[in-house]
């Protein structure tokens, strides 16, 4: 059995005191955001810590500049070595490659799947399944049902999350990762059914996020939610906690992770 991973989610906006640079932010349901730091430095702190890999979302609400964050992405590649994963405002197979020629393994596509889903198949081809992760960003709707909603979390597409997440698996993709907007930020505990019922369904790995506040969260993740990883941002950001401690805490609840790096 394969060890499951932990992974930090890093998301970046632009600098509201500089529109030239990129920021690590926090968020709650995807509306309050935090300035918090540097990505780079940042990143060499969860590598020094013995995160699995990294996930960077552009999470720009306007104007999604792909070079701006490819330049990021570059800086980070030079210093780290592990896995990369980018996502936010990719609507392109040149997208996809002046991520992947700058330094990322897979890139995360969420709007424009839904928009056209034969992207997905069409990358897949192109750049290997294993390159393609689909992000299903999903919530609660006016009817208590959970719908996939784009567009940053402000546009309810009416599609169930779980019936998306089957087919994205079938047209090609390689990864699937969730987020509850519910949940973002929050500290109450990732959403775990929907989690569990797409891990479930599905053939391919499933990334879990949104909502961790303790290390018990995480382990809910993989022994109720079934999922392969579990990202978090928050938690690692705004607590006296680093990689291994967690780590520890998750193997004591009996998941088969990886403890030394």
């Not at 930090?8 to 509306?31: A, E, G, I």
């Not at 993709?173 to 797409?198: N, Y």
């Not at 290390?215 to 978090?232: E, N």
Request: glycine share 8%; net charge neutral; proline share 2%.
């Amino acid at each position: 059995m394969s060890k499951k991973r932990l992974i930090p989610k890093l998301q970046l906006k632009t600098s509201s005191y500089d529109p030239n640079r990129m920021v690590l932010v926090v968020t709650k349901k995807f509306d309050q955001v935090t300035e918090i730091g540097d990505a780079v430095s940042q990143s060499k702190i969860f590598q020094d810590q013995g995160a699995d890999e990294l996930i960077f979302i552009n999470i720009d609400r306007e104007n999604k500049d792909i070079h701006k964050l490819s330049k990021i992405i570059h800086k980070v590649s030079e210093e780290i070595f592990m896995p990369i994963t980018v996502g936010g405002g990719v609507t392109s197979e040149d997208h996809f490659r002046i991520l992947l020629s700058n330094g990322a393994d897979k890139i995360s596509i969420n709007t424009i799947a839904v928009k056209d889903p034969s992207f997905i198949t069409l990358t897949s081809q192109k750049y290997g399944a294993q390159c393609v992760v689909v992000s299903i960003d999903y919530k609660l709707d006016e009817y208590n049902k959970f719908k996939v909603f784009t567009k940053n979390g402000s546009y309810n597409t009416g599609l169930n999350p779980i019936e998306w997440a089957m087919q994205a698996d079938k047209l090609g993709a390689g990864e699937i990762l969730l987020s509850c907007i519910d949940h973002d930020g929050m500290k109450i505990g990732l959403e775990l059914e929907v989690t569990r019922q797409v891990s479930e369904n599905v053939s391919i790995p499933v990334i879990t996020s949104g909502g961790c506040g303790l290390a018990q969260h995480f382990a809910d993740g993989y022994l109720i939610g079934k999922a392969d990883a579990v990202a978090a941002g928050t938690f690692f950001a705004q607590r006296d906690q680093n990689f291994m401690q967690t780590r520890s805490q998750i193997k004591n609840a009996g998941v088969n992770i990886r403890v030394h790096s």
